[in-house]
T-cell receptor, first 117, second 116 residues
Framework: AQSVTQLDSQVPVFEEAPVELRCNYS??????LFWYVQYPNQGLQLLLKYLSGSTLVKGINGFEAEFNKSQTSFHLRKPSVHISDTAEYFC???????????????FGQGTELSVKP | DSGVTQTPKHLITATGQRVTLRCSPR?????VYWYQQSLDQGLQFLIQ???????AKGNILERFSAQQFPDLHSELNLSSLELGDSALYFC???????????????FGPGTRLTVL
Protein backbone atom coordinates (compact mmCIF):
# COMPACT_ATOMS: atom_id res chain seq x y z
CA ALA A 1 0.00 0.00 0.00
CA GLN A 2 1.08 3.52 -0.63
CA SER A 3 1.40 6.20 1.99
CA VAL A 4 2.50 9.81 2.18
CA THR A 5 4.23 11.50 5.08
CA GLN A 6 4.52 15.24 5.40
CA LEU A 7 7.29 15.80 7.86
CA ASP A 8 6.19 19.18 9.19
CA SER A 9 2.68 19.97 10.37
CA GLN A 10 3.38 23.70 10.62
CA VAL A 11 5.99 25.88 8.95
CA PRO A 12 6.22 29.54 9.99
CA VAL A 13 8.34 31.74 7.75
CA PHE A 14 8.91 35.43 7.16
CA GLU A 15 7.83 37.13 3.96
CA GLU A 16 10.42 36.97 1.13
CA ALA A 17 12.26 34.09 2.82
CA PRO A 18 12.68 30.73 1.05
CA VAL A 19 10.62 27.77 2.16
CA GLU A 20 10.72 24.01 1.77
CA LEU A 21 7.80 21.74 2.64
CA ARG A 22 8.89 18.14 2.97
CA CYS A 23 7.08 15.08 1.66
CA ASN A 24 8.08 11.44 1.66
CA TYR A 25 6.13 8.61 0.14
CA SER A 26 6.27 4.86 0.29
CA UNK A 27 5.54 2.64 -2.65
CA UNK A 28 7.09 -0.41 -4.20
CA UNK A 29 6.32 0.73 -7.73
CA UNK A 30 6.23 3.90 -9.78
CA UNK A 31 3.87 6.62 -8.66
CA UNK A 32 2.47 9.93 -9.73
CA LEU A 33 3.02 12.71 -7.20
CA PHE A 34 1.17 15.94 -6.55
CA TRP A 35 1.11 19.03 -4.38
CA TYR A 36 -2.21 20.70 -3.67
CA VAL A 37 -2.91 23.96 -1.86
CA GLN A 38 -5.97 24.70 0.25
CA TYR A 39 -6.69 28.33 1.08
CA PRO A 40 -8.99 29.02 4.03
CA ASN A 41 -12.58 28.00 3.34
CA GLN A 42 -11.77 26.84 -0.15
CA GLY A 43 -11.30 23.58 -2.01
CA LEU A 44 -8.04 22.05 -3.16
CA GLN A 45 -6.09 23.51 -6.04
CA LEU A 46 -3.37 21.65 -7.91
CA LEU A 47 0.02 23.36 -7.53
CA LEU A 48 2.12 20.94 -9.53
CA LYS A 49 2.49 17.30 -10.49
CA TYR A 50 5.13 14.76 -11.36
CA LEU A 51 4.10 12.11 -13.87
CA SER A 52 7.37 11.25 -15.58
CA GLY A 53 10.40 12.84 -17.17
CA SER A 54 12.33 15.68 -15.57
CA THR A 55 12.55 15.30 -11.83
CA LEU A 56 12.28 19.06 -11.28
CA VAL A 57 8.75 20.22 -11.86
CA LYS A 58 7.51 23.77 -11.84
CA GLY A 59 4.04 24.77 -10.80
CA ILE A 60 1.89 27.79 -10.31
CA ASN A 61 2.67 30.76 -8.08
CA GLY A 62 6.43 30.23 -8.30
CA PHE A 63 6.48 26.84 -6.58
CA GLU A 64 8.63 23.93 -7.71
CA ALA A 65 9.26 20.41 -6.46
CA GLU A 66 11.92 17.80 -7.00
CA PHE A 67 11.20 14.11 -7.31
CA ASN A 68 13.92 12.00 -5.73
CA LYS A 69 13.31 8.32 -6.34
CA SER A 70 16.19 7.03 -4.22
CA GLN A 71 15.02 9.02 -1.21
CA THR A 72 11.32 8.59 -2.05
CA SER A 73 10.80 12.30 -1.57
CA PHE A 74 8.93 15.07 -3.34
CA HIS A 75 9.76 18.28 -1.48
CA LEU A 76 8.06 21.55 -2.39
CA ARG A 77 10.10 24.75 -2.56
CA LYS A 78 9.65 28.44 -3.18
CA PRO A 79 12.60 30.85 -3.21
CA SER A 80 10.65 33.82 -1.84
CA VAL A 81 7.24 33.54 -0.19
CA HIS A 82 4.46 36.10 0.04
CA ILE A 83 1.80 36.69 2.63
CA SER A 84 -0.70 35.32 0.12
CA ASP A 85 1.04 31.92 0.22
CA THR A 86 -0.36 31.34 3.69
CA ALA A 87 -2.41 28.18 3.30
CA GLU A 88 -2.37 24.46 3.92
CA TYR A 89 -0.36 22.35 1.51
CA PHE A 90 -0.99 18.70 0.79
CA CYS A 91 1.29 16.18 -0.83
CA UNK A 92 -0.49 13.32 -2.60
CA UNK A 93 0.28 10.15 -4.51
CA UNK A 94 -1.86 8.46 -7.08
CA UNK A 95 -2.21 4.79 -7.74
CA UNK A 96 -2.83 5.60 -11.37
CA UNK A 97 0.63 4.34 -12.19
CA UNK A 98 -0.58 0.87 -11.41
CA UNK A 99 -3.09 1.13 -14.22
CA UNK A 100 -6.04 0.43 -12.01
CA UNK A 101 -8.54 1.83 -9.59
CA UNK A 102 -9.24 5.05 -11.40
CA UNK A 103 -6.58 7.28 -9.98
CA UNK A 104 -7.72 7.97 -6.43
CA UNK A 105 -5.44 10.31 -4.50
CA UNK A 106 -3.77 9.38 -1.22
CA PHE A 107 -2.92 12.48 0.78
CA GLY A 108 -0.44 13.36 3.46
CA GLN A 109 -1.60 15.02 6.66
CA GLY A 110 -0.93 18.51 5.37
CA THR A 111 1.53 21.29 6.23
CA GLU A 112 0.24 24.63 7.39
CA LEU A 113 2.42 27.38 5.92
CA SER A 114 2.19 30.63 7.79
CA VAL A 115 3.93 33.61 6.20
CA LYS A 116 4.58 36.50 8.56
CA PRO A 117 5.36 40.09 7.56
CA ASP B 1 -13.53 28.54 -9.52
CA SER B 2 -12.91 24.90 -10.46
CA GLY B 3 -16.29 24.41 -12.13
CA VAL B 4 -17.28 21.74 -9.60
CA THR B 5 -20.24 22.73 -7.43
CA GLN B 6 -21.28 21.26 -4.12
CA THR B 7 -24.42 21.85 -2.10
CA PRO B 8 -25.09 22.66 0.61
CA LYS B 9 -22.06 24.59 1.77
CA HIS B 10 -22.80 23.93 5.43
CA LEU B 11 -24.96 21.32 7.10
CA ILE B 12 -25.71 21.00 10.79
CA THR B 13 -27.61 17.98 12.01
CA ALA B 14 -28.01 15.67 14.97
CA THR B 15 -26.68 12.22 15.71
CA GLY B 16 -28.71 9.43 14.17
CA GLN B 17 -29.93 11.55 11.29
CA ARG B 18 -29.42 11.08 7.55
CA VAL B 19 -28.13 13.69 5.10
CA THR B 20 -27.46 13.94 1.38
CA LEU B 21 -24.59 15.89 -0.11
CA ARG B 22 -24.74 16.85 -3.75
CA CYS B 23 -22.00 17.35 -6.32
CA SER B 24 -22.17 18.62 -9.88
CA PRO B 25 -19.01 17.88 -11.87
CA ARG B 26 -17.41 20.16 -14.45
CA UNK B 27 -19.09 20.13 -17.81
CA UNK B 28 -17.82 17.13 -19.76
CA UNK B 29 -16.30 15.29 -16.80
CA UNK B 30 -17.50 11.72 -16.38
CA UNK B 31 -15.70 10.79 -13.15
CA VAL B 32 -16.68 11.94 -9.69
CA TYR B 33 -14.62 11.30 -6.55
CA TRP B 34 -15.66 11.84 -2.93
CA TYR B 35 -13.14 12.66 -0.19
CA GLN B 36 -13.55 13.29 3.53
CA GLN B 37 -11.36 15.75 5.41
CA SER B 38 -11.43 15.43 9.19
CA LEU B 39 -9.09 16.46 11.97
CA ASP B 40 -8.54 12.84 13.00
CA GLN B 41 -8.13 11.14 9.64
CA GLY B 42 -6.96 13.94 7.37
CA LEU B 43 -8.00 13.77 3.72
CA GLN B 44 -9.29 10.34 2.76
CA PHE B 45 -10.67 8.95 -0.47
CA LEU B 46 -14.16 7.53 -0.06
CA ILE B 47 -15.49 6.43 -3.43
CA GLN B 48 -15.34 7.09 -7.17
CA UNK B 49 -17.96 6.87 -9.91
CA UNK B 50 -17.41 6.88 -13.62
CA UNK B 51 -20.32 7.48 -15.97
CA UNK B 52 -22.82 6.13 -13.46
CA UNK B 53 -20.84 3.08 -12.35
CA UNK B 54 -18.87 2.63 -9.14
CA UNK B 55 -15.19 2.54 -10.10
CA ALA B 56 -13.21 2.43 -6.88
CA LYS B 57 -13.91 2.30 -3.20
CA GLY B 58 -11.82 3.55 -0.30
CA ASN B 59 -12.42 3.64 3.43
CA ILE B 60 -16.11 4.33 3.11
CA LEU B 61 -18.29 3.27 6.01
CA GLU B 62 -21.24 0.98 5.42
CA ARG B 63 -23.48 3.79 6.70
CA PHE B 64 -22.38 5.87 3.74
CA SER B 65 -23.44 5.34 0.15
CA ALA B 66 -23.16 7.23 -3.09
CA GLN B 67 -24.52 7.22 -6.59
CA GLN B 68 -24.03 9.03 -9.86
CA PHE B 69 -27.10 9.92 -11.90
CA PRO B 70 -27.58 9.96 -15.69
CA ASP B 71 -26.93 13.72 -15.75
CA LEU B 72 -23.60 12.88 -14.04
CA HIS B 73 -24.25 14.67 -10.79
CA SER B 74 -23.49 12.63 -7.72
CA GLU B 75 -24.92 12.34 -4.24
CA LEU B 76 -23.26 11.10 -1.09
CA ASN B 77 -25.71 9.75 1.49
CA LEU B 78 -24.64 9.59 5.12
CA SER B 79 -26.94 7.83 7.57
CA SER B 80 -27.06 7.05 11.28
CA LEU B 81 -24.74 9.98 11.75
CA GLU B 82 -22.23 10.01 14.59
CA LEU B 83 -20.24 12.86 16.09
CA GLY B 84 -17.15 11.51 14.36
CA ASP B 85 -18.72 12.03 10.94
CA SER B 86 -18.30 15.78 11.35
CA ALA B 87 -15.93 16.73 8.54
CA LEU B 88 -15.46 18.58 5.29
CA TYR B 89 -16.63 16.46 2.37
CA PHE B 90 -15.07 17.22 -0.99
CA CYS B 91 -16.15 16.19 -4.41
CA UNK B 92 -13.73 16.17 -7.33
CA UNK B 93 -14.28 15.47 -10.99
CA UNK B 94 -12.11 14.46 -13.92
CA UNK B 95 -12.59 13.77 -17.57
CA UNK B 96 -12.15 10.02 -17.50
CA UNK B 97 -11.76 7.03 -15.26
CA UNK B 98 -8.01 7.23 -15.75
CA UNK B 99 -6.87 3.68 -16.32
CA UNK B 100 -3.32 4.22 -17.44
CA UNK B 101 -3.77 7.84 -18.44
CA UNK B 102 -3.57 10.77 -16.07
CA UNK B 103 -6.67 12.93 -15.67
CA UNK B 104 -6.47 15.92 -13.37
CA UNK B 105 -9.00 16.01 -10.59
CA UNK B 106 -10.72 19.34 -9.99
CA PHE B 107 -12.07 19.88 -6.50
CA GLY B 108 -15.25 21.55 -5.38
CA PRO B 109 -15.40 23.93 -2.40
CA GLY B 110 -16.68 21.20 -0.08
CA THR B 111 -19.62 20.70 2.24
CA ARG B 112 -18.94 21.19 5.93
CA LEU B 113 -20.97 18.72 7.97
CA THR B 114 -21.41 19.27 11.68
CA VAL B 115 -23.06 16.53 13.70
CA LEU B 116 -24.26 17.63 17.14
Amino acid sequence: AQSVTQLDSQVPVFEEAPVELRCNYSSSVSVYLFWYVQYPNQGLQLLLKYLSGSTLVKGINGFEAEFNKSQTSFHLRKPSVHISDTAEYFCAVSDLAFGNQGGKLIFGQGTELSVKP
Amino acid sequence: DSGVTQTPKHLITATGQRVTLRCSPRSGDLSVYWYQQSLDQGLQFLIQYYNGEERAKGNILERFSAQQFPDLHSELNLSSLELGDSALYFCASSVGASGSRYNEQFFGPGTRLTVL
